[in-house]
T-cell receptor, first 117, second 115 residues
């Protein structure tokens, strides 16, 4: 168990809908990262938050947004869903804004499998 | 230039054999190279990591070899076991002013170890 909790584990929704994925980082970790894993694109970085502030943005669509709350949990909001958004969405956390050696590596949650029908 | 290329895509090894997965990169600004192991239905788990100023790092049966001049690094799994059957990802993180902490992953290698 990595200590990173993601809910829900599975989500099935229709095209055009909006969903919210939730992530609770490991205790003490200030950084949260969101990644998307699909068969054809592999693991892609979406966005990072550090202590409530957006730190870095990757290949995140404008229909997607995220935030990190004062208690450090994070939510990824996906709207106007399309079939192509079906994927595994992972959250990772690390103590610092830079995953690094010496015990500061990023740890991943178990993911949320999103199926858009 | 921010890509990490990983090969092979899939690998079948006999129990007790050596599994070798290779990765290559172009951007010399990468300064941290972790390997992750992922089992079906699970999130990636950090396996072992190396910095470019080290040529080799060993942890148990897992060894990373790093060739800075060739911009290549590889994971060797010695005495491979059926329990090692998983997908392996190499990754890289930019250092210096470009360091945002994001992991840039290779495409993944699915390893099957036959009993």
């Amino acid at each position: 168990d990595s200590g990173v909790t993601q809910t829900p584990k599975h989500l099935i929704t229709a095209t055009g809908q909006r969903v919210t994925l939730r992530c609770s980082p490991r205790s003490g970790d200030l950084s949260v990262y969101w990644y998307q894993q699909s068969l054809d694109q592999g693991l892609q970085f979406l966005i990072q938050y550090y202590n409530g502030e957006e730190r870095a943005k990757g290949n995140i669509l404008e229909r997607f947004s995220a935030q990190q709350f004062p208690d450090l949990h994070s939510e990824l909001n996906l709207s106007s869903l399309e079939l192509g958004d079906s994927a595994l969405y992972f959250c990772a956390s690390s103590p610092l804004h830079i995953p690094f050696g010496d015990g500061r590596e990023a740890f991943f949650g178990q993911g949320t499998r999103l199926t858009v029908v | 230039q921010q890509q990490v290329k990983q090969s092979p895509q899939s690998l079948i090894v006999q129990k007790g054999g050596i599994s070798i997965i290779n990765c290559a990169y172009e951007n010399t600004a990468f300064d941290y190279f972790p390997w992750y192991q992922q089992f079906p239905g699970k999130g990636p788990a950090l396996l072992i990591a190396i910095r470019p100023d080290v040529s080799e790092k060993k942890e148990g049966r897992f060894t990373i070899s790093f060739n800075k001049s060739a911009k290549q690094f590889s994971l060797h799994i010695m005495d491979s076991q059926p329990g090692d059957s998983a997908t392996y990802f190499c990754a890289a993180i930019l250092g210096g002013s470009g360091n945002t902490g994001k992991l840039i992953f290779g495409q993944g290698t699915t390893l099957q170890v036959k009993p």
